[in-house]
């Protein structure tokens, strides 16, 4: 699986970007999507996550508490394409964002995203908020 990510750019403190990954391959409807961030000095955080849709029941969704109300993540598996819709953005959101793709069975609604769950990554975009 490729993964190429975009989106990303700079943009004034309040202000809105979208990003996306798009996945190579045909299982992108039966693997779970995330976004990560790569604060310097600091672990790889995971950002959102978005669960398959392969069984036809509705994604679970994950968010860090830092995004949580201004994030959305959704997918379109006819475009094989994960989306990261950022709102509100903040200064402290400014870094590089990667997406990636796993293979989690069985997808608790409880799952924190880890980022050795993660087996392809996308090449990273960087966002950029001014103050």
């Known amino acids: 699986v490729q993964l190429q990510a975009s989106g990303g750019g700079l943009v004034q403190a309040g202000g809105s970007l979208r990003l996306s990954c798009l996945a190579s391959?045909?299982?992108?409807?039966?693997?779970?999507m995330a976004w990560f961030r790569h604060m310097p000095g600091r672990p790889r955080e995971a950002v959102s996550s978005?669960?398959?849709?392969?069984?036809?029941?509705?994604?679970?969704?994950y968010y860090a508490d830092s995004v949580k109300g201004r994030f959305t993540i959704s997918r379109d598996n006819a475009k094989n394409t994960v989306y990261l819709q950022m709102n509100s953005l903040k200064p402290e959101d400014t870094t590089v964002y990667y997406c990636?793709?796993?293979?989690?069975?069985?997808?608790?609604?409880?799952?924190?995203?880890?980022?050795?769950?993660?087996?392809?990554w996308g090449q990273g975009t960087q966002v950029t908020v001014s103050s």
């Open positions: 990636a793709t796993a293979e989690i069975e069985p997808y608790y609604k409880s799952y924190v995203p880890r980022y050795y769950d993660f087996h392809s």
């Open positions: 391959g045909r299982t992108f409807s039966s693997s779970a």
């Open positions: 978005i669960s398959s849709e392969s069984r036809g029941s509705e994604a679970i969704r």
